[in-house]
């Protein structure tokens, strides 16, 4: 099983960059697929990117550009690097975890907030 918990939201002002990180516990965060949702206020809940265990990345295209997801396997940890931000990337962010395309062992972190500011 895993658990995650994630850091480095906080408050930055538009154009600025944030670096959040997901640090998970357990053996088999490598083979995990690893992804970074958010939710902002009254709007469904929307994955931002993702990674595999064996490193391919794919990204909502309202980040492309912008966002950069990458895994340490060492540390056990994933990353979303944001730059260039804008208001609308104000939200909560959330890490998830999961093993296989179905999906196995399914998990959240408790989230972080983004508030971008213009």
């Known amino acids: 099983q895993v658990q995650l918990v994630e850091s480095g939201g906080g408050l930055v002002q538009a154009g600025g960059s944030l670096r959040l990180s997901c640090a998970a516990s357990?053996?088999?965060?490598?083979?995990?697929?690893m992804n970074w949702y958010r939710q902002a206020p009254e709007k469904q809940r929307e994955l931002v990117a993702q990674?595999?265990?064996?490193?391919?990345?794919n990204y909502a295209d309202s980040v492309k550009g912008r966002f950069t997801i990458s895994r340490d396997n060492a540390k056990n940890t994933v990353y979303l690097q944001m730059s260039s931000l804008k208001p609308e990337d104000t939200a909560v962010y959330y890490c998830?975890?999961?093993?296989?395309?179905?999906?196995?062992?399914?998990?959240w972190g408790q989230g972080t907030q983004v508030t971008v500011s213009s």
């Open positions: 990674i595999t265990s064996g490193g391919s990345t």
């Open positions: 357990g053996s088999i965060f490598s083979i995990m697929t």
């Open positions: 998830n975890a999961f093993l296989g395309p179905s999906r196995l062992y399914d998990t």
